[in-house]
């Protein structure tokens, strides 16, 4: 079956620690994307990338970092940087070479908590 | 201002009624929007889109969308408890024409 993989479920880091999430799509989807959810909030964008190699910062990059070696591929690093990174995180992808914007596609996300 | 806003209710409507839920954006340029439903702990699951002026209808659900007003609204006809969910907005604003933007999204619950 097509779709998105996010891993781990849940994932636990220690204070100072780097943490890294995983996001795999069988899409063949150009445009991949990280959003960060809070309780009660709507979706907060971190990063995206449209091509292999390429990647733009969204509007709370600050903390995060990405890669996109592969266009299956697109891994979120949340670095010691970011104080707060309790939240969901949401991979999502679509394609792109479309009339119209096509609709995106989640993976089932990951909780992340601080110990 | 934010670029795309929702009010974050709860919006309570009886079973049968007519759920009208909001969502304006500022970028005046943006060409694509969607409304997403939410269900607590899963992922956001696409709605509707509407990309040109006026009323979509599919089913119970109808997007309206009024550029010169920078508005987009859902309106769910017939409401069910199991439309008890958060419903976010999404627009593509001008300039990252793969960036997508969300609302904080709008509680809505179906009273039976």
């Known amino acids: 079956d097509g779709g998105i993989t996010q891993s781990p479920k849940y994932l636990f880091r220690k204070e100072g620690q780097n943490v890294t999430l995983s996001c795999e799509q069988n899409?063949?989807?150009?445009?991949m994307y990280w959003y960060r959810q809070d309780p009660g909030q709507g979706l907060r964008l971190i990063y995206y990338?449209?091509?292999?190699?390429?990647?733009q910062k969204g509007d709370i990059a600050e903390g995060y970092s990405v890669s996109r070696e592969k266009k299956e591929s697109f891994p979120l690093t949340v670095t010691s940087a970011q104080k707060n990174p309790t939240a969901f995180y949401l991979c999502?992808?679509?394609?792109?070479?479309?009339?119209?914007?096509?609709?995106?596609?989640f993976g089932s996300g990951t909780q992340l908590s601080v110990l | 201002q934010k670029e795309v806003e929702q009010n974050s209710g709860p919006l309570s409507v009886p079973e049968g009624a007519i759920a009208s839920l909001n969502c304006t954006y500022s970028d005046r340029g943006s060409q694509s929007f969607f409304w997403y439903r939410q269900y607590s702990g899963k992922s956001p699951e696409l709605i509707m889109s509407i990309y040109s002026n006026g009323d979509k209808e599919d089913g119970r659900f109808t997007a309206q969308l009024n550029k010169a007003s920078q508005y987009v609204s859902l309106l769910i006809r017939d409401s069910q408890p199991s439309d008890s969910a958060t419903y976010l907005c999404a627009v593509n604003p001008p300039g990252g024409y793969q960036k997508v933007t969300f609302g904080t999204g709008t509680k809505l619950q179906v009273i039976p």
């Open positions: 899409l063949n989807h150009d445009a």
């Open positions: 999502a992808s679509r394609g792109i070479y479309t009339a119209t914007n096509e609709k995106l596609f």
């Open positions: 990338s449209q091509i292999v190699n390429d990647f």
